[in-house]
């Protein structure tokens, strides 16, 4: 199974290009799986993350959605790889002493999942109209200091990325580097 990640600040458009890479795989006749973040269903439900003990709930049911994905799929394109987790967790500005723990058990699974994904994409945020949705709650200037951490993070952590603007080119680079690793 080739696994997609799609990475970037909160309303980069993760989200649709995800959908959009379901929809083009489906036309081609490509099996694929879209799985989408958990986060947001339970922040749709009201739920209010309390700590960063929270981020390892959210990793542990992201992870579970993905693994689920029968094996006859070819492509798995997920909104919301587990490697978040860890970099939400390290946002929380205060850090509660029984959180070192949980920060530590997070960094050891972003480590582990760093090859959980054969590309990782970053979605560039090149919208200029964010606000507030209702979900999100992140300012513009929030959400481009989250952007640029992710990158720091898979820097600094030699997790490979490839950057894409937020935008219909990306739909394509995206689409021929699935029919290049499946060749169809």
């Not at 006749?29 to 973040?37: K, R, S």
């Not at 050891?108 to 109209?129: A, H, L």
């Not at 990325?161 to 169809?184: P, R, S, Y």
Request: glycine letters at 4%; one cysteine or more; proline letters at 3%.
């Amino acid at each position: 199974m080739y696994k997609i990640g799609l990475i970037g600040s909160p309303s980069a458009g993760k989200s649709t290009l995800a959908a959009q890479v379901y929809h083009r795989c489906k036309i081609l006749g490509i099996q694929t799986e879209l799985v989408q973040e958990f986060v947001r269903e339970e922040l749709n439900k009201g739920w209010i993350m309390r700590s960063v003990s929270d981020q390892i709930r959210l990793q542990m049911k992201q992870r579970e959605k993905e693994d689920i994905i029968p094996s006859n799929i070819e492509v798995l394109v997920t909104d919301s790889p587990t490697l978040l987790q860890y970099i939400y967790g390290l946002r929380f500005s205060k850090v509660a002493k029984e959180d070192i723990h949980a920060l530590t058990f997070l960094y050891e699974e972003y480590i582990k999942d760093s090859d959980r994904y054969d590309k990782i994409y970053y979605v560039n945020n090149i919208r200029s109209d964010i606000s507030p949705d209702g979900t999100r709650k992140e300012s513009a200037q929030e959400c481009a200091a989250i952007g640029e951490e992710l990158k720091i993070m898979m820097r600094l952590h030699h997790i490979p990325f490839i950057e894409v603007d937020g935008n219909d080119t990306a739909i394509d680079i995206i689409m021929a580097d699935i029919q290049h690793a499946i060749k169809k």
